[in-house]
């Protein structure tokens, strides 16, 4: 019986094919990372556990396996959470990043687990303030007590975006603000007592502004008024030096006196 291959097509060896299925499957199915030698793992009801608690950790770990469902990083010392921090984990559904040492949350931090965060922890960290930008579309429950915010507009801003823990709402308190009288307060508190800090900041600015166009308009007046008592001072003097002059009159009088002795 002939070959229906022909001639000029090769055969492919049980080796070769066995190697293009393993190809295909790795395309088809990237392997899943394994678990940060600092953490612990646990496949709980299909779903993995990343548990990085008290591990003494000052960055997130970058390779976080990609099913990681829930993760917990709490009582670090992580410092910032840079841009991209989690977009590898699109299944990721709860974040706690509490009791660590956050001062920074970059712009892009949450990009790529927007969609799929349920819950996020931020409590008990260092961050004064956030980027607006920085929470953008998250539909997740965040906890943001217990940090020294500064009252401003921007978090007031992104706080309008936000759905906070209705637990802990009142433990986001203003450390400082715009003004000291809202220092110590709670900040839904202050802002639902109908002050905008966006106005404050505005009024802030302007008169910012208008001290500093009085200032510019005082010393142009000061400049005027010494350039005039300077060229006033100068025609004094000069007028006093043409009457010290000796007229044209007088100056002929002593030619005569001085023709008639001779």
Not at 216 to 244: C, G, P
Request: net charge negative; charged share 20%; proline share 5%.
């Amino acid at each position: 019986m002939q070959d229906r291959a022909g001639p000029d097509m090769p055969k492919k060896t049980p080796f070769a094919l066995l190697w293009s299925l393993l190809l295909a499957t790795l395309i088809l199915n990237p392997p899943v990372m394994a678990c940060p030698s600092s953490c612990h793992c646990i496949e709980k009801s299909g779903m993995t556990v990343v548990q990085c608690i008290s591990r003494g950790l000052d960055k997130i770990p970058s390779d976080l396996p990609r099913d990681t469902v829930v993760l917990l990083l709490g009582s670090n010392h992580i410092t910032h959470i840079p841009n991209h921090a989690f977009r590898e984990l699109h299944y990721l559904q709860e974040l706690d990043l509490s009791n660590n040492d956050i001062d920074t949350v970059e712009v892009g931090a949450f990009q790529g687990v927007s969609d799929s965060l349920h819950v996020l922890d931020l409590s008990n960290n260092r961050i004064r303030s956030v980027p607006k930008e920085a929470f953008s579309h998250l539909r997740a429950r965040i906890s943001l007590s217990n940090n020294p915010w500064s009252c401003e507009c921007t978090l007031q801003e992104v706080l309008r975006e936000l759905q906070l823990d209705p637990e802990t709402v009142n433990e986001v308190v203003c450390h400082t603000a715009a003004q000291e009288e809202y220092a110590g307060k709670p900040v839904i508190q202050v802002l639902d007592s109908g002050i905008n800090f966006c106005n404050i900041h505005h009024k802030t600015t302007d008169v910012a502004m208008f001290v500093t166009m009085f200032g510019w308009f005082t010393m142009v007046i000061a400049y005027v008024i010494y350039y005039v008592r300077h060229n006033q001072e100068d025609a004094r003097r000069h007028l006093e030096y043409l009457k010290s002059l000796p007229s044209s009159s007088q100056i002929s009088k002593d030619f005569d006196t001085i023709s008639t002795v001779l």
